[in-house]
């Protein structure tokens, strides 16, 4: 369910403010919300391991539900969950890993010219002794 959006088993979002759900007419029964989308700029949470529930109770159906948070919601406080910043890098992980092989196969090689270089001046020292050519 999406904020403002009516695809929910209750009857929707009533609570036309973004950032704000309020849903009404749930049977019994306890209840999961997870973030499907993330605000621009953010990452969005792993959903196996951050989410919160909720249950409405046949004997008090009328109670206002009291979330409890896991993962990066672990910590809410007064029915209110919280997006933290988690920038989205510029870099995608597979850019990274081949950045990486990049950088190991160019100290390679120059440490292979560095070698040809040595061994070219060690030839070159033993055929001409220190005499200038």
Known sequence: ???GDAACAGTGDKDPAVGKLTIDNLDWGTYRLTEV????????????RTWAEFTIRQEDPK?????????????VTDNRLTNR??????????????????????MVASGGA????????????????????
Not at 37 to 48: H, K
Not at 66 to 75: F, N, Q, T
Request: glycine share 12%.
């Open 114 to 133: 560095l070698a040809v270089l040595a061994i070219a001046a060690h030839i070159r020292k033993r055929s001409y002794g220190n005499r200038s050519v």
């Open 1 to 3: 369910m999406g904020d």
């Open 63 to 75: 109670a206002k539900a009291v979330l409890h948070g896991r993962g990066d919601w672990a910590g």
């Open 37 to 48: 989308t993330a605000p621009g700029g953010y990452r969005l949470p792993d959903s196996d």
């Open 85 to 106: 910043p988690q920038p989205v890098s510029a870099l995608p992980s597979a850019g990274r890993r081949a950045a990486w092989a990049v950088t190991i196969v160019g």
